[in-house]
Every structure is written in C-alpha cells, then in structure tokens.
C-alpha cells in the first residue's frame, strides 16, 4: 500500500487490549485522519464495532480468515475465504494470506502484477507459524516465499536468521516454526509486537541487527514464562485429567504466552484446553484443541456469558466478567462430555510404512523430501522400524527434557533424536521398535540426516 502512494498508520494491538478491533482504537485512528481502516486477521465477529465506525464515516475493510458467525458485520467489504458466500476454491488460507489475496486483487486492477511475488516471504512466514494446513494453495505460496528466504532481501530478516545462526539455504518449514516463528512472536507475547514490524520493514542493515539481538532477548524471556505458567498449568491440569476437557486459570497466567501453554497441555492430555488469566472484573482466555472438538463452536454455544470471542475450530481465545467463569466452565464441560463420549483421547500416530532401517537410504529421503513442504494436513512422512539396536544414549536438552541417541540395524548406525521424552534413555544394546520421520539436523554449520523418534518401545519381535 506504501509503494502505491497511501498514507498509512500502521497499528498492531497490544496483548492486553483482547481480540479484535476496540472501538476506542477505531475512534484514536478516525481522529488520526484514518477514513479507511483495513483489518488483517481479524474482524469477522466485531459487529458493534464495525457498525458504529461506518455509521461515523469510517469505512471498514476486513480480511480475514476466522469462522463467521450468523451475522457478519456491515463492512464495506469482507475478504475471508470462510464467508458463506464466498466461491473461493481454497478456504484454509491463513490471515496473511487473505491479507496477500487482497492485495493482489489491488494491484492487478492497477496494472502492477509484478509486485504480487514480492511478499511471499512474509506470506510463508505467517502461513508458517499460524499452522495453516500445509496444502492446496498454502502449499504454493510457502514453496514460493521458502526460496526468498534462501536469499533474504529484507536486511532485518537477513540479521534475524543469522542471529539465530541459521544458513538461510537450509530454510524450511521446521526452522520456520520451531527458531524464526518463536523469535518474531516473542516481541508480542513479552512486550509489543511493534519490534518485529520494525524488524521486517526496516532497509537499515544496523538497525536489522540491533532488534534481531533484542527478539533474541525477548525470546529467551518468552521461554521463561512460558515454563513457569506450564509448571503451573500441568499441575492443575493433571487433577483433572478425568475429564474431557481442561480449564485452568489463575491471575499469575501471562497473557502472552497462555496460548502457547495451552497448546502444550493438548499435546500431553489430547483433550481440549483453555488457560485463562482472571482479574477481579473480567478474564482472557487462549483456547487450543484436538480435531474432534470444534473449539469456536464452543465458544458460540456460551456466546451469552462471554463478551467478546473468535478463532477457529482448533484455536480460539475469549474475554468475560470473572462472575460468569464458573457457568462458563461447567456449559463447557457439559458439552466436552457430550461432544467427546466415547472418543478415545489417547495419543494417535498414524503410520505411512513399516521399513527396516537398514534399508531407509538416499532413495527413501529424496522421495519423502519431494513431498515438501511439511506442516499441518501434509506431515513428514511416519515410518515404523523394529528391532534396532541402541548403542548409544543419553539424555539431552537444558533440563534432559530430550533423548539422544544412535541406533543401529545392520550395518547402518543412524543418529537420533527423541524430542520431549520425560522418561530415562534406554540401556545400550535394548532393541527397540521405533516410530519416526526423517528430518536434516542442522547444527555449527554443518547439516546431516537423522531420525526423529516420535515414539518407542521396547522390540516386541
């Protein structure tokens, strides 16, 4: 919109303002000459705010990606994939790429096709670290913005890769998600997500160094609360194990990195989990789930006890008065109950081949590579092999949180790695029944194979 001559005020929210557009921010912008204000993944479920900003003259453009709801609000106009008169082919888009969708559309109509690929890299960022399902046109857009970031063009970009000590040639979907994903969401979840912006905006080399070195900072802080808010979520959590759904809430929760947890807590329960930060007048509340428990439908159910809400089916987030938890807790349960009855909530891997190990080689890697890029809805294919041998282990991580081992079947000896296993690594010489993926370590400069263990056993055969 810059390059096309808009005058432009940029406002991301602050954490603590809750979801979606406020009326008081519409107001602060209106006074700041913004006649035209253009949402990017958010809006679809902001009515009020909506209806009293066109009624003052304020035009509202949405896109957006979340589930609408029965009455959509009166925008000039709505881009989201969802809408339920939208023909569009493909309605996984994550917001940036209904935010990119848009702005192609714009300058099509102007005659400027040749700007549209300049953004794939911010698009396969977004579409990355959203977990959006890795397929149909996500799929495209992310292989397109992964050779970009092969060749980082934007200097802050550049800084933060290297900071992170990446080789921008080795970029995929997995460093995307678990190193520059944390380092750019760090900046919101601490303080204000303003320094990423900067970051991915700014054409100053020394200025791309100096907040690459800060997220860095910030992303260490992120760590540290996301484990003291987990330690004290697991704890609550696991009292009440026997239900089919788990809310945990306390004042000392951050809102910034209650998502986060509550996404762990899914992993380690496979049930549906809400983490809220309650005051003495209202609570926030992040939302993660499982497939077969739609958690912004939920949330539509207790729309009356809620002031304001969204997401989607397997992420959403709240706000509500503090008097109304306890009766929104218990209309969840009572619908967690009914939704998941019979359900097996055990973990579930599914897998692709059984394959001995020592026959897993440069054949078996090219082809699962093809079927990159990796992520929700296209996962690294899972292979089961028995009866390897460990000879080496030990435990690995800054808490021995991981297992590291070497494992041999024949005359191969594969390195391993077993990421969050609490338990103690096997004895040399156990043979074991292994489920895993192939993944490229890459580590000091230098890259290799390896197996990532997604379970284990002892060999049964």
Same mark, same amino acid.
Request: charged residues 20%; negative net charge.
């Given at each position: 919109?810059?390059a096309?001559?808009?005058e432009l005020?940029p406002?991301?929210?602050?954490r603590?303002?809750?979801h979606?557009?406020?009326m ?14 253009i ?13 009293k900003?066109?009624?003052?003259g304020?035009?509202i ?6 589930s ?12 989201n994939?969802k ?8 309605p ?5 790429g209904?935010?990119?969708k848009f702005m192609?559309?714009l ?11 300049l ?8 579409t990355?670290?959203?977990v959006?399902?890795?397929r149909?046109?996500?799929?495209y857009?992310?292989k397109?913005g992964?050779?970009m970031?092969?060749?980082?063009s934007?200097?802050?970009l ?7 000590r ?26 204000h ?10 054409e100053?080399k ?6 690459a070195?800060e997220?860095?900072?910030r ?10 808010a987990?330690s ?11 239900? /089919?759904? &788990? *809310?945990?809430?306390?004042? #000392?929760?951050?809102v910034?990195?209650? !998502?986060?947890?509550?996404?762990k %807590? ?6 549906p ?5 309650y ?7 992040s939302?993660?789930?499982i ?10 159910d ?12 397997m ?6 008065p503090?008097q109304?938890?306890?009766?929104f807790?218990?209309r969840?349960q009572?619908?967690a109950?009914?939704?998941?009855d019979?359900?097996d909530? /055990?973990? &579930? *891997?599914?897998?692709?081949? #059984?394959?001995?190990l020592?026959?897993? !080689?440069?054949?078996?890697?090219? %082809?699962?590579q093809?079927l990159a890029?990796f ?7 899972t ?10 282990a030990?435990q ?12 041999k ?5 594969w390195?391993a790695?077993a ?10 010489g ?16 230098e890259?290799?194979?390896? *197996?990532n ?9």
């Open positions: 919109l810059e096309l001559g808009a005020i406002y991301i929210p602050h603590q303002e809750g979606g557009l406020q008081t921010v519409l107001e602060r912008l209106y006074q700041q000459g913004a006649t035209l204000v949402t990017a993944d958010s809006g679809t479920t902001c009515y009020p705010e909506v209806a900003a066109q009624k003052r304020q035009d453009i949405i896109t957006d990606h979340h609408c709801t029965d009455v959509l609000p009166p925008a000039v106009a709505m881009v994939p809408h339920p008169n939208s023909a569009y082919p493909f996984d888009l994550a917001g940036v209904v935010a990119h192609e559309a300058l099509h109509s102007l005659g400027k096709e040749e700007r549209v690929s953004s794939f890299d911010l698009v396969t960022l977004g990355v670290t959203d959006a399902p890795m149909g046109e996500n799929r857009l992310v397109q992964l050779k970031l092969h060749h980082p934007r200097p802050g550049a800084e933060l890769i290297g900071q992170a990446l080789d921008p040639a080795n970029i995929d979907t997995e460093t995307i998600a678990w190193v520059l994903g944390p380092r750019l969401n760090a900046a919101g979840r601490v303080e997500a303003s320094l990423s912006y900067q970051l991915l905006v700014t100053d020394v200025e791309g160094q100096r907040i070195v997220l860095e900072k992303n260490l802080e992120r760590q540290r609360l996301t484990e003291q987990l004290k979520a697991r704890d609550m959590a696991e009292a009440q194990k026997e239900n /089919r759904l &788990l *809310l945990v809430a306390s004042p #000392e929760f951050s910034g990195v209650a !998502g986060l947890v509550a996404g %807590l899914v992993e380690e329960f496979r049930r989990a809400i983490v809220v930060r005051g003495p007048d209202s609570c926030r509340g939302c993660r789930s497939p077969e428990f739609d958690m912004v439908g939920a949330l539509a207790c729309s009356n006890l809620l002031l304001r809400y969204g997401g989607h089916p992420a959403a987030g709240f706000n509500l503090t109304n938890l306890e009766a807790n218990q969840l009572d619908k109950q009914r939704d998941l019979g359900v909530l /055990r973990p &579930l *891997l599914n897998i692709d081949a #059984e394959l001995p020592e026959q897993v !080689g440069g054949t078996t890697i090219s %082809l699962c093809r890029p992520g929700l809805g296209n996962p690294a294919p292979l089961l092999s028995q009866g390897v041998e460990v000879i080496k030990q690995a991580g800054n808490n021995g949180e991981h297992i590291r081992l070497k494992l079947a024949g005359h191969m000896v390195p790695i990421f969050r296993r609490n338990e103690a690594a096997p004895p040399i156990t043979p074991l029944d292994i489920v895993y993926n192939l993944r490229v370590n890459h580590w000091g400069g890259s290799h194979m390896e *197996l263990i997604l379970d284990l056993q002892p060999a049964t055969g």
